[in-house]
């Protein structure tokens, strides 16, 4: 059914060198290497790096789109998922009918082109999670999560090749900024200090928690002020905002309706020689050991879905809420785990739950590549 509607709409060459292009090699690169390339954004350092995303982002794209195609439990038919297919098919297409990039005017005509493909890709997420949840609806309640390792394992893959995709394409894209703020090469921030990305993603947090509930419990957060680190400052404001999210909500959940005051979340960053690690404690309740497997899969969520089948999923960016549709933790934990690091949760029922963030600071591990 998937393959015959895509049919109809690609031509059956292009889903041939789908297939081709589904079969090479995928070429990964650390932190360290994008930070050093792109010190010295030169013209003809752009067209090296045109060149290879030129080739290199079909590659990924095609591996997707094939994957994409022959789901379980018939995922791949849901009309949610067929238009993500749709999305990558396009993209390939995009990238695939581009000319071979010789000078200065074609990777600029390229870095155009592909700063729209990342547009296009910006809702893929939720428009995956709508499959996922259209897929539920229909699906026998007896089906364990076990049974979903396969749409799980899926979905890791999927959302960590994602992951690359949009910083290889945000990476290129940001050194053509003639004016980078300081001490940024491209995504990367040579001189991050976590403990300010910490803060910045906490207060972002809590504005939330205040405009959903009416309060917040406080945040207190502990470490060197001056250490800094080479790292992508919007992927731990990703993180660090989700963990501490889940906490405030915990807290703020628990505490709602006692007469005592909701004791404070507690970060704490830290580094080590291989790691920088930062740590959220929170004492809202913390989860049943039972339910700590499920917190990483992306079909499970305490809170009630804010998706629904007449939502907008354009590419407008969606405005956070307190509960997402239970991706949070698996993605934050992929993000982590693309440069390298971890992210770990250890819980005391009845009391609360501490959530490990591990990056590590040598930068020099490969992209995972799915």
Known sequence: MAAKKAAESFSKSLMEEVQKWGCMKQTGVSL???????????????????????????????????????????????????????????????LRSFPDIKDTNDEK???????????RHNNVVPMMALGVQQLKKGMDPKIVYKDLDEIHQFLDRFYMSRIGIRMLIGQH???????????????????????????????????????????????NIYGDPKFTFPYVPTHLHLMVFELVKNSLRAVQERYMD???????????????????????????????????????????????????????????D???????????????????????????????????TDAYLHLSRLGDSQEPLP
């Open 32 to 94: 360290r290497y994008m930070m050093e390339f792109g010190s010295k954004p030169s013209h003809r350092n752009l067209l090296i790096s045109g060149q290879f995303l030129h080739k290199e982002l079909p590659i990924r794209i095609a591996r997707r789109a094939i994957e994409l195609e022959s789901l379980p439990y018939g995922l791949s038919e849901k009309p949610a998922v067929l238009k993500v297919r749709d999305w990558y098919l396009d993209s390939f297409r995009d």
């Open 109 to 119: 005509e390229f870095t155009k082109m592909i700063k729209a493909i990342k547009v």
């Open 173 to 219: 894209v940001e050194l053509h900024n003639p004016n980078p703020p300081p001490h940024c090469v491209g995504y990367i921030h040579t001189k991050m200090s976590p403990l300010e990305v910490a803060q910045n993603a906490s207060e972002d947090a809590r504005s939330i928690c205040l405009r959903e509930y009416g309060s917040a419990p406080e945040i």
């Open 258 to 316: 006692s007469d005592r005051v909701a004791p404070p979340i507690r970060i704490i960053v830290t580094e080590g020689i291989e790691d920088v690690t930062i740590k959220v404690s929170d004492e809202g309740g913390g989860i049943p050991r039972s339910g700590l497997p499920k917190i990483f899969t992306y079909l499970y969520s305490t809170a009630k879905n804010p998706l629904d089948e007449c939502s907008d999923l354009g590419t407008s």
């Open 318 to 352: 969606t405005v956070a809420t307190m509960a997402g549709y239970g991706y949070g933790l698996p993605i934050s934990r992929l993000y982590a785990r693309y440069f390298g690091g971890d992210l770990q949760m250890i819980s005391m029922e009845g009391y609360g």
